[in-house]
């Protein structure tokens, strides 16, 4: 199957197979015991309609809080799922940040008294 792969993606890029110097195939299972990654898909969940957007993982905790206070979850298995973008954790900060009222009325504060102070 890689070799097929490689051959077609060759058909596009010429001097792709000239240009491998070493290469690593895993299967499924073999990918899932080295990650642990539920039967091998490195976005440890099925991209499936059920698993996509606001319903990854779960559509009770799908917006990165869980129900144990103060813990948030993300990594591949929460929207929009696995890759290297960094979006997860992104998406997590920011939900975590807004909840941290305290910290936004502060500035808040801060922020009307320095209108007030020098009329800005």
């Known amino acids: 199957m ?8 060759a058909d596009y890029a010429p001097n792709l197979k000239s240009s491998i110097i070493a290469r690593r195939v895993e299967s499924p299972a073999e990918l899932g015991e080295r990650l642990g990654a539920y039967k091998g898909n490195y976005y440890h969940v099925d991209m ?5 957007l606001f319903l990854r993982p779960l559509p009770e905790i799908s917006n990165y809080t869980t129900p144990i206070e103060g ?4 990594g591949a298995g929460t929207h929009p799922g696995g890759a290297i973008s960094g979006m997860p954790g992104r998406n997590c900060a920011r939900v975590f940040i807004n909840q ?5 009325q502060n500035f808040k504060e801060i922020g ?5 102070t020098f009329k800005v």
């Open 71 to 74: 813990l948030f979850l993300t």
């Open 100 to 104: 941290q009222q305290p910290l936004r």
């Open 48 to 52: 499936t309609l059920e698993q996509m």
């Open 2 to 9: 890689a070799d097929r792969v490689i051959d077609k993606l």
């Open 112 to 116: 009307d008294w320095l209108q007030k």
